[in-house]
């Protein structure tokens, strides 16, 4: 196989025992490097481990390099742990932070770590893991730093070589192997030159206003008769699939793909070959009953599918495995699909040009457009990949569309802000020298002189705060701190539901009901459910140890505060934990099958996380394990899906 010019020149820096950070388009073929620096690693008889963002990325690159690489590879993961001792170790970036913290012996055996997709450092709610990550990285281990395009990647670079005293090498990549080609749908017409949006300009209002009559609807793709037979006519006729439809939400996901359910796109042969595999992959995958396969069954005959955070795992994966068969032709999917997930398309469709940020609706940024356009074009298949822009006229203007699809990618920056699980761990080993690591932080290396006084002060103030709340006492963790320093992100609400003896309390069903509340993100407008007398008390005691720590936060003004505990998903772990089927909880909640099955599998991460615990009772410890044989089971065993797959 002939490698690019940026590939030659990352694996020459490897084999010279250069750390290197590569910054490339999305399908540009980046994994190629990490599986020559893996291959170095065999060669010299060291360990490696290889960190994603997202626990579904980290299984396929479990599946991936355990077909690669027979008999060498591990992974773990909040809920999954097989083979841990593996020369080749797959985690999520959260565990290796947790191994680093923790001090763990472990990392002496390994001689590099993998970051991909490293941009990811300027994710809000996640982008300090990474940096916490490369700031407390061991001195022997060399990183693979891997990229979509960002700007900045000399300032990353810069600051990881600052911290760690080696330098680490860039090699950049602009062009896409396969180059991309537009187009634009605007009043049900396909125009292949953003210039001929010009014609439709009297119609651009620069932005949608709403009044109080006029509320604003969700998707207004074909507000002015944008017919998706029509683009879907476009497409097919020419040749132009299989085809990625990307929309950001998973109901209009699902009523797409059902609006199409009267085109066929498979030959006679080829829905024959969809309907075996897709009959044999339900069986392994013990799917044959679930309703949800069921009903999308009529679609895959069809060459349709469907794919969201919303589905089961295992039918996930089901769908997956159809779409690389190249046997579904249209696939209707969330951003999700697009993160790292090897699965390129011919041609790429977005629903629209604006998303949900945090709390906000704007315009895409630049790098999730091309995170979801790189999925267009087939490396050795194609020529060119087609990517078309479905347009509203009164929901965006012309130049932001411009600005989407041809301005420079947004620079990565630092979202840097310790958890109180980090602060305890660098307190316990550092004292008061905790304050001297921010100085090794990308937000140090990128703020002004007034941004860093106040990032050190948010710092102090948290110490202050775990100080008052006896966490730290006399120099020194307290019993309480040596628990919360385990309890990543859930820190503070359960070490003080221990201090006050109410998690020994707790039923074993009871343990899994409170934490349930605890990792439950609510959607805007959910509606609460009806809750049972023990999940009612539960949420009762919860929500006021939730308003103290509020109020202490509030007082000592640590942000972002703690998050508030939300029930939504009591009913059906409590009802799963005392042996309902898990098929049949969808007629207790509301909550979609893969968000239960997400929800789960967090509580199970978070009772290993108790379980593993230095401080707890015997009888505490017990009842953990206890609570995790009650729900880790059928769907929600994450290592059986790896196992059988």
Same mark, same amino acid.
């Given at each position: 196989?002939?490698?690019?010019?940026?590939?030659?020149?990352?694996?020459?820096?490897?084999?010279?025992?250069?750390?290197?950070?590569?910054?490339?388009?999305?399908?540009?073929?980046?994994?190629?490097?990490?599986?020559?620096?893996?291959?170095?690693?065999?060669?010299?008889?060291?360990?490696?481990?290889?960190?994603?963002?997202?626990?579904?990325? #980290?299984?396929?690159?479990?599946?991936?390099?355990?077909?690669?690489?027979?008999?060498?590879?591990?992974?773990?993961?909040?809920?999954?742990?097989?083979?841990?001792?593996?020369?080749?170790?797959?985690?999520?970036?959260?565990?290796?932070?947790?191994?680093?913290?923790?001090?763990?012996?472990? /990392?002496?055996?390994?001689?590099?770590?993998?970051?991909?997709?490293? *941009?990811?450092?300027?994710?809000?709610?996640?982008?300090?893991?990474?940096?916490? #990550?490369?700031?407390?990285?061991?001195?022997?281990?060399?990183?693979?730093?891997? #990229?979509?395009?960002?700007?900045?990647?000399?300032?990353?670079?810069?600051?990881? #070589?600052?911290?760690?005293?080696?330098?680490?090498?860039?090699?950049?990549?602009?062009?896409?192997?396969?180059?991309?080609?537009?187009?634009?749908?605007?009043?049900?017409?396909?125009?292949?030159?953003?210039?001929?949006?010009?014609?439709?300009?009297?119609?651009?209002?620069?932005?949608?206003?709403?009044?109080?009559?006029?509320?604003?609807?969700?998707?207004?793709?074909?507000?002015?008769?944008?017919?998706?037979?029509?683009?879907?006519?476009?497409?097919?006729?020419?040749?132009?699939?299989?085809?990625?439809?990307?929309?950001?939400?998973?109901?209009?996901?699902?009523?797409?793909?059902?609006?199409?359910?009267?085109?066929?796109?498979?030959?006679?042969?080829?829905?024959?070959?969809?309907?075996?595999?897709?009959?044999?992959?339900?069986?392994?995958?013990?799917? $044959? *009953?679930?309703?949800?396969?069921?009903?999308?069954?009529?679609?895959?005959?069809?060459?349709?599918?469907?794919?969201?955070?919303?589905?089961?795992?295992?039918?996930?994966?089901?769908?997956?495995?159809?779409?690389?068969?190249?046997?579904?032709?249209?696939?209707?999917?969330?951003?999700?699909?697009?993160?790292?997930?090897?699965? +390129?398309?011919?041609?790429?469709?977005?629903?629209?040009?604006?998303?949900?940020?945090?709390?906000?609706?704007?315009?895409?940024?630049?790098?999730?457009?091309?995170?979801?356009?790189?999925?267009?074009?087939?490396?050795?298949?194609?020529?060119?990949?087609?990517?078309?822009?479905?347009?509203?006229?009164?929901?965006?203007?012309?130049?932001?569309?411009?600005?989407?699809?041809?301005?420079?990618?947004?620079? $990565?920056?630092?979202?840097?802000?310790?958890?109180?699980?980090?602060?305890? *761990?660098?307190?316990?080993?550092?004292?008061?020298?905790?304050?001297?690591?921010? +100085?090794?932080?990308?937000?140090?290396?990128?703020?002004?002189?007034?941004?860093?006084?106040?990032?050190?002060?948010?710092?102090?103030?948290?110490?202050?705060?775990?100080?008052?709340?006896?966490?730290?006492?006399?120099?020194?963790?307290?019993?309480?701190?040596?628990?919360?320093?385990?309890?990543?992100?859930?820190?503070? +609400?359960?070490?003080?539901?221990?201090?006050?003896?109410?998690?020994?309390?707790?039923?074993?069903?009871?343990?899994?009901?409170?934490?349930?509340?605890?990792?439950?993100?609510?959607?805007?407008?959910?509606?609460?459910?009806?809750?049972?007398?023990?999940? /009612?008390?539960?949420?009762?005691?919860?929500?006021?140890?939730?308003?103290?720590?509020?109020?202490?936060?509030?007082?000592?003004?640590?942000? +972002?505060?703690?998050?508030?505990? *939300?029930?939504?998903?009591?009913?059906?772990?409590?009802?799963?934990?005392?042996? /309902?089927?898990?098929?049949?909880?969808?007629?207790?909640?509301?909550?979609?099958?893969?968000?239960?099955?997400?929800?789960?599998?967090?509580?199970?991460?978070?009772?290993?996380?108790?379980?593993?615990?230095?401080?707890?009772?015997?009888?505490?410890?017990?009842?953990?394990?206890?609570?995790?044989?009650?729900?880790?089971?059928?769907?929600?065993?994450?290592?059986?899906?790896?196992?059988?797959?």
């Amino acid at each position: 196989m002939r490698l690019d010019r940026f590939q030659r020149e990352a694996i020459r820096h490897v084999k010279a025992g250069h750390s290197v950070l590569v910054s490339a388009p999305t399908g540009s073929g980046k994994t190629l490097i990490a599986e020559r620096v893996i291959e170095e690693c065999i060669k010299r008889d060291l360990g490696i481990i290889y960190t994603s963002p997202i626990k579904a990325l #980290s299984n396929q690159k479990f599946r991936d390099f355990s077909k690669l690489y027979e008999n060498r590879v591990g992974i773990v993961t909040g809920d999954v742990s097989l083979n841990p001792d593996a020369q080749i170790l797959i985690m999520t970036t959260e565990i290796f932070r947790n191994r680093l913290l923790d001090g763990s012996q472990r /990392m002496v055996e390994h001689g590099w770590i993998i970051f991909d997709e490293i *941009h990811y450092l300027d994710d809000p709610e996640r982008g300090t893991v990474w940096e916490e #990550s490369i700031m407390q990285l061991p001195p022997h281990m060399k990183i693979l730093a891997l #990229s979509a395009t960002v700007p900045n990647a000399e300032e990353i670079a810069r600051w990881i #070589s600052s911290i760690h005293q080696t330098p680490i090498y860039i090699v950049e990549e602009k062009n896409r192997p396969v180059p991309l080609k537009f187009f634009y749908q605007c009043n049900n017409k396909i125009l292949n030159h953003i210039n001929e949006l010009n014609r439709f300009r009297s119609h651009f209002h620069g932005g949608f206003r709403r009044t109080r009559r006029q509320p604003m609807r969700r998707h207004p793709s074909h507000l002015t008769g944008n017919r998706l037979s029509t683009l879907i006519n476009y497409i097919s006729e020419r040749g132009y699939i299989p085809c990625l439809y990307f929309t950001f939400s998973r109901k209009r996901c699902e009523n797409l793909a059902h609006k199409l359910s009267d085109c066929n796109f498979l030959t006679g042969i080829e829905r024959e070959k969809v309907v075996a595999l897709f009959k044999s992959l339900l069986e392994r995958f013990d799917l $044959v *009953h679930e309703r949800s396969a069921l009903e999308m069954s009529e679609l895959i005959k069809r060459g349709i599918a469907f794919h969201h955070a919303g589905m089961l795992p295992t039918l996930k994966e089901v769908v997956e495995r159809l779409f690389t068969s190249r046997l579904i032709k249209v696939m209707f999917t969330t951003e999700t699909f697009a993160l790292g997930v090897n699965m +390129p398309a011919r041609s790429v469709i977005f629903d629209e040009l604006r998303k949900t940020y945090g709390t906000c609706f704007s315009e895409l940024r630049v790098r999730d457009f091309y995170q979801m356009a790189g999925r267009a074009g087939r490396r050795g298949m194609d020529d060119c990949g087609f990517v078309f822009s479905r347009v509203n006229p009164n929901f965006i203007t012309i130049e932001k569309i411009k600005n989407i699809i041809f301005a420079e990618p947004e620079e $990565v920056i630092s979202q840097f802000n310790n958890t109180y699980a980090t602060v305890l *761990h660098l307190y316990e080993r550092l004292k008061d020298n905790l304050f001297k690591t921010y +100085p090794r932080s990308l937000h140090y290396f990128q703020s002004s002189p007034g941004e860093r006084r106040k990032a050190q002060g948010l710092l102090m103030r948290k110490v202050d705060l775990l100080k008052e709340m006896g966490y730290i006492a006399e120099g020194k963790l307290t019993e309480k701190g040596r628990l919360a320093s385990c309890l990543y992100g859930y820190e503070l +609400p359960l070490a003080e539901l221990y201090q006050q003896g109410y998690l020994d309390e707790l039923s074993v069903t009871g343990l899994n009901i409170l934490i349930s509340g605890l990792v439950f993100e609510s959607r805007k407008n959910q509606a609460p459910p009806k809750l049972s007398r023990i999940a /009612m008390d539960i949420k009762k005691v919860a929500r006021l140890n939730s308003l103290r720590i509020f109020s202490l936060e509030k007082k000592f003004k640590v942000y +972002p505060y703690s998050k508030k505990p *939300h029930f939504h998903a009591a009913p059906a772990i409590e009802a799963f934990s005392q042996g /309902m089927d898990f098929s049949k909880l969808y007629r207790i909640t509301d909550i979609d099958e893969g968000e239960l099955v997400r929800v789960f599998r967090m509580v199970i991460q978070v009772l290993r996380e108790l379980c593993q615990a230095p401080t707890i009772t015997s009888t505490l410890k017990q009842k953990a394990r206890g609570a995790i044989g009650l729900i880790n089971r059928d769907v929600i065993d994450a290592e059986k899906q790896l196992r059988e797959g």
